[in-house]
């Protein structure tokens, strides 16, 4: 497929067979949450980065995990914790007493999929040490840029801001994940299952790799060229602009929310069989990549902004 051209139905038909061996694998030890798995596959194909926030135990590592270990490539763990510093994340120049020169040894968010685990735990500034590998897939270190591995997927979790020891993420860094999606407690068939399966094994242990680095590169290249009309443009346009002059919001979606949100669905597409975006497919993912960039009047609560996002959706026309 050249860079210009619009992907064909045994290119689609490819990715989407790739998404759902991924989807079945990660199923099969996140019981439960199909919907979840299905937001994380749709991020990892639209080239975006995912951020789960929920309470402690619920499976936020667990599924942060399970993506890397589909996609067979290198997956590093950062844990944030309050006196955690940027040269942790980034890395550092080492002076060799050798050759007397300095080596750069990376840091763990040079890698394929990066898990920060509980990344409100840290400070702002070192919250911030994320912002340019996420938005820029490279990072500069002492006058030099280096590029991430491709693909780089970030997948934060995070607790809610409520909880001891949490600090708030600045609004420029929320912006650069694609979605935002909470895990829930799971219902009793499946929390039963898990004592079944979780107690005295590990869940990743039968865990393997289904596709690799490569195809997750060309099946984003897939998606990106999958066609999307002016009239649904124009929707994407009409659903951030609302958000911005609803009157129970201080800060609406920025432009990269459109831009994001159009990218999904084309993800979503893909998974449904089809070479073009639909508006349902826009509608089905507003929530998730939305309502993490909104600001309401009435405070930063995530509730809040999503039922101003649906609000939203019930009052704007498709076009």
Do not use: W
């Amino acid at each position: 497929m050249t860079p210009a051209s619009a992907p064909d139905e045994t290119q689609v038909a490819h990715v989407r067979g790739i998404a759902a061996q991924m989807e079945t694998a990660m199923n099969a030890v996140l019981e439960g949450k199909a919907s979840v798995v299905r937001t994380a596959v749709i991020t990892l194909l639209a080239g975006g980065h995912l951020l789960l926030e929920d309470v402690p135990g619920v499976g936020k590592t667990l599924l942060a995990k399970s993506l890397g270990r589909v996609v067979n490539g290198s997956v590093r763990r950062i844990q944030f914790t309050p006196d955690l510093l940027p040269a942790d994340v980034l890395g550092v120049n080492v002076l060799d007493p050798r050759t007397r020169e300095f080596e750069f040894r990376a840091g763990p968010v040079f890698a394929n999929v990066v898990i920060a685990d509980e990344i409100n735990r840290a400070s702002p500034k070192t919250q911030s040490a994320m912002l340019e590998c996420m938005a820029e897939n490279q990072a500069s270190i002492d006058g030099t840029t280096y590029l991430m591995p491709a693909p780089f997927l970030v997948v934060a979790t995070q607790n809610p801001i409520d909880m001891e020891g949490t600090y708030s993420l600045p609004e420029a860094q929320r912006d650069r994940f694609l979605a935002r999606v909470s895990m829930g407690y799971p219902d009793a068939a499946a929390e039963s299952a898990m004592l079944d399966h979780h107690v005295d094994h590990d869940p990743l242990a039968s865990l393997g790799a289904v596709t690799n680095p490569e195809e997750v590169t060309h099946a984003r290249e897939v998606v990106r060229h999958i066609a999307a009309s002016q009239d649904l443009r124009d929707y994407v346009v009409d659903l951030v602009t609302a958000t911005r002059t609803d009157p129970a919001v201080t800060l609406g979606v920025s432009p990269r929310g459109g831009v994001q949100l159009l990218r999904a669905a084309k993800a979503l597409a893909v998974l449904e069989g089809r070479s073009f975006v639909t508006p349902d497919d826009v509608q089905a993912l507003a929530v998730d990549v939305l309502s993490h960039r909104i600001i309401a009047r009435d405070g930063d609560d995530a509730g809040i902004a999503t039922e101003i996002v649906r609000g939203v959706l019930a009052r704007t026309p498709v076009r």
